[in-house]
């Protein structure tokens, strides 16, 4: 079955950089979109960057971008989410998403198999 593994989070201060891996295995990665989420405490799970099969394509929420950079190692099987600027409120629980096909997804309905979360605190 399909397994992703994202890497530990962490804490850091405001304006620094962090960058998340995400590990998949199970199916083809090369076959299939991905994306990341996050879920504040007291909030739904948002969207918050995509990546098409090849990585030719990619998305952003309003919130993160010019801050954040999506992208993938298809050798490696991995997605990544480089965050630099960080702000207060972008402490969130991470998680990876594979996307139902190849193009870009937007929305959680579009994924099928998610990671278990990673934490990121950003202190102010």
């Known amino acids: 079955q399909v397994q992703l593994v994202e890497s530990r989070g962490g804490l850091v201060q405001a304006g620094g950089s962090l960058r998340l891996s995400c590990a998949a295995s199970?199916?083809?990665?090369?076959?299939?979109?991905m994306g990341w989420f996050r879920q504040a405490p007291g909030k739904e799970r948002e969207f918050v960057a995509a990546?098409?099969?090849?990585?030719?394509?990619?998305y952003y929420a309003d919130s993160v971008k010019g801050r954040f950079t999506i992208s993938r190692d298809n050798a490696k099987n991995t997605v990544y989410l480089q965050m630099n600027s960080l702000k207060p409120e972008d402490t969130a629980v991470y998680y990876c998403?594979?996307?139902?096909?190849?193009?870009?997804?937007?929305?959680?309905?579009?994924?099928?198999?998610w990671g278990q979360g990673t934490q990121v605190t950003v202190s102010s």
């Open positions: 998403a594979q996307g139902i096909g190849g193009g870009l997804k937007y929305y959680r309905h579009e994924y099928d198999y």
């Open positions: 199970g199916r083809t990665f090369s076959s299939y979109a």
């Open positions: 990546i098409s099969w090849s990585g030719g394509s990619t």
